[in-house]
């Protein structure tokens, strides 16, 4: 090979990519949380090129950092995939401009080149003066209404007229980064793993639910049904009791087996005293659904004395708010199941607003659904016997949970105990 040759075909590559450039600048916790490196990351496998024109780093643990670099592609267009790509980690073109807004031209859908939002907070710069996004949400589009609020709207929710932001100009994200005290939760923040030390998690979760409440801030559970399939009822009605539920997010299923316990002491045709199967046991689950139909709701059944005991009756009595989302698989349901999935959402995203801290206990589906819902910034911590619900939720990017795989039933168990409650009904 001619060395000469292959000198110039590199010097050829870099003037092509130099071809398009942009400034753009990012400023925060860059180093330590490891924003820079990921956008850097990102401008070269994307075939692109940066420059660092400036940095400064900043020196003390609290201290933000700054870099000023140059992005270039080959094409335009490819600079604006790279630099579309990248703002979502924070870089802001110093070119600025405001938002550019279409109308809706027809119900329920986004124009072609929308903006997609993260669940990190953002701003739109209008009129030269940058405003928060509200109601911030992934996998949304931006809204700007006719007093020039902007807001994250979901896609089914668009209608003929509304504004809405395409491209990534005059949109700014402000990426979660790490903070000093890590929410108490450093040592979770590793790779998931069957082998953290429990005991302390659990200690620092009812530490959080503690703080959540003192301060009056507000705590959301999601609950799958292995909390009454493991005989851990008991422990969550104490929760209920106690003030350490604001809000209980969950499916048929939960809501279903809790009250067959309530009113048969079974969980799916199983004694959960005894562990042994009763005879027609199977039919329990869907007989105590007719039950509550006939009694025209849970609420209703609960103030008729018919349902007496278990987590739907506590919620009823503390007046904590649930909603129980259907999904195909449900057998009656009960009465309070929302079966339109998308008015479940719409339902969820009003009761999940002001949610300061969330806890999902044993279950996938649910807590995936929740977490695309929620902002970055609500502390979110997942317990689940599998290591994949977790990690699925990370994938989703839902990156500000941390999980402890464990089993539901010692964990409520040793969560009531740190929070100074007693394992009784």
């Not at 910034?377 to 317990?383: A, E, G, Q, R």
Request: include cysteine.
């Amino acid at each position: 090979m001619n060395p000469a040759a292959t000198h110039h075909n590199a010097d050829s590559d870099r003037d092509e990519a130099a071809a398009f450039v942009e400034e753009v600048e990012v400023s925060g916790h860059i180093i330590d949380s490891l924003i820079l490196p990921k956008i850097l990351d990102l401008i070269t496998s994307a075939r692109g090129v940066f420059r660092i024109k400036n940095i400064t780093i900043g020196q003390g643990r609290h201290d933000p950092s700054y870099a000023l670099l140059d992005v270039s592609a080959a094409t335009e267009a490819l600079l604006a995939e790279i630099v579309a790509q990248i703002a979502d980690h924070g870089a802001v073109s110093t070119a600025q401009q405001d938002c550019r807004l279409v109308a809706a031209d027809m119900d329920g859908a986004f124009p072609e080149s929308f903006y997609s939002t993260t669940n990190q907070r953002t701003q739109l710069r209008m009129e030269g003066n940058w405003r928060d996004v509200a109601d911030q949400e992934m996998d949304c589009g931006v809204a700007v209404d006719a007093d020039g609020a902007p807001r994250c709207v979901a896609m089914t929710d668009v209608r003929l007229g509304m504004n809405l932001v395409v491209g990534h100009a005059g949109v700014r994200v402000f990426p979660h980064q790490r903070s000093g005290d890590r929410h108490g939760f450093e040592f979770m923040n590793s790779a998931v793993s069957t082998e953290k030390p429990k005991g302390v998690a659990i200690r620092q979760i009812a530490a959080q639910l503690m703080e959540a409440k003192r301060s009056g801030g507000k705590i959301a559970i999601v609950g799958g049904p292995a909390i009454i399939h493991t005989g851990s009822g008991p422990h969550f009605c104490q929760l209920v009791r106690n003030g350490y539920v604001d809000l209980l997010l969950a499916g048929n299923a939960l809501a279903t087996h809790d009250i067959e316990q309530s009113l048969f002491g079974t969980s799916l045709g199983v004694h959960l005293d005894r562990g042994d199967v009763v005879e027609a046991g199977h039919e329990h689950h869907l007989r105590s659904i007719n039950r509550i139909r006939r009694a025209g709701g849970i609420r209703a059944a609960v103030e008729s004395g018919m349902l007496a005991s278990g987590i739907m009756y506590e919620c009823v009595r503390a007046n904590v708010p649930f909603l129980l989302a259907g999904s195909i698989r449900d057998d009656g349901p009960l009465p309070e199941v929302v079966t339109d999935v998308l008015d479940a959402q719409r339902r969820m995203r009003v009761l999940l607003k002001g949610v300061d801290f969330c806890l999902m206990i044993a279950t996938t589906l649910h807590s995936v659904a929740v977490g695309n819902l929620l902002p970055a910034w609500v502390k979110v911590v997942c317990v689940d016997i599998n290591p994949s619900t977790v990690i699925k939720l990370s994938d989703r990017g839902s990156f500000q949970t941390v999980g402890l795989v464990t089993d539901v039933e010692p964990f409520l168990r040793a969560l009531i105990q740190e929070l100074g409650l007693t394992a009784t009904n």
